[in-house]
Nanobody, 124 residues
Framework: QVQLVESGGGLVQAGGSLRLSCTAS????????MGWFRQAPGKEREFVAA????????YYAEFVKGRFTISRDNAKNTVYLQMNNLKPEDTAVYYC?????????????????WGQGTQVTVSS
């Protein structure tokens, strides 16, 4: 059974930074692209960023480009999301997910394992 555990969320002022971590167990983590998604209150869950298993290829939602950076450490089975210059509209529960395949995708249906989520709150 695959388990994904996120950490690193919290309360931060606008303009601040947080780094989220997601540690995986249960399968060959290093082969799967990993993604971060988020869900704000009253909104649908949306794609944030994804990274291929070698770590060389990344993809970001337009609204986080230049502010967020996704990275991974396959030796530690961990993927990170560094979030800088946070805005109140970044407030959401952030989820990491493991892809079914080998190609980066923004579609939630292409991810088969999800973490429990970590709350990020940005105050103005």
């Amino acid at each position: 059974q695959v388990q994904l555990v996120e950490s690193g969320g919290g309360l931060v002022q606008a303009g601040g930074s947080l780094r989220l971590s997601c540690t995986a167990s249960g399968r060959a983590f290093s082969r799967q692209p990993m993604g971060w998604f988020r869900q704000a209150p009253g909104k649908e869950r949306e794609f944030v960023a994804a990274i291929r298993w070698r770590g060389g290829s990344t993809y970001y939602a337009e609204f986080v480009k230049g502010r967020f950076t996704i990275s991974r450490d396959n030796a530690k089975n961990t993927v990170y999301l560094q979030m800088n210059n946070l805005k109140p509209e970044d407030t959401a529960v952030y989820y990491c997910a493991s892809s079914k395949g080998v190609i980066i995708t923004t579609l939630q249906s292409d991810y088969d394992y999800w973490g429990q989520g970590t709350q990020v709150t940005v105050s103005s």
